[in-house]
């Protein structure tokens, strides 16, 4: 499959390796995968920003990233909300330190070793709970705006408690 991969896309090694894995050895998935590297790169760059901004509490640059998502067609609005969830499960498993359970990017991977710490047992709920709840609101049409500045209030404040309680 890497080598298959390496040939079809032109791909490096390293990354076929990690692609045929998240893929589970699925070539269309793996091919999805790989074609969406510049959108799965933006969901990235945007949930580390978020959770940037969100653990130091800054409220105008929250405020900043909820308007630059507002303009978003709603079904990439969506699938970043499910992309961020899936990166909060990813950090979570990866304080396990089992690198078998973490199905993420390189690029996911080095976020993730950083961020693994502040994502713990008394917050990952949760935040998840937050991110599904802002989704449900918008998939029901609720103001984007509202609905996302919500959400980062209370997933700000998450952090805020369960770093107190360490």
């Known amino acids: ?31 999805d995968i790989i074609g969406n590297s510049e959108e799965k790169q933006y969901f990235n760059q945007m949930f580390v920003n978020f959770m940037r901004y969100s653990y130091k509490g800054q409220l105008g640059e929250i405020s900043n990233w909820v308007d630059e998502l507002a303009v978003l067609p709603k079904e990439r609005l969506k699938n970043l909300l499910l992309y961020c969830i899936a990166i909060l499960r990813e950090s979570y498993i990866a304080n396990y ?46 103001n984007i705006r509202l609905v996302l500045f919500d959400m980062a209030i209370k997933i700000s404040s998450w952090f805020r408690i369960s770093n107190k309680l360490v």
């Open 1 to 31: 499959m890497t080598r298959g991969l390496m040939e079809a896309f032109g791909v490096p090694e390293d990354e076929a390796k990690t692609v045929a894995r998240i893929s589970g050895g699925d070539f269309v998935k793996a091919r």
């Open 97 to 142: 330190d089992i690198a078998d359970l973490v199905y993420a990017t390189p690029a996911e991977n080095n976020f993730i070793d950083k961020f693994k710490p502040f994502v713990n047992d008394r917050n990952v709920e949760s935040m998840v709970e937050e991110f599904s709840l802002a989704l449900a609101h918008i998939e029901q049409n609720g």
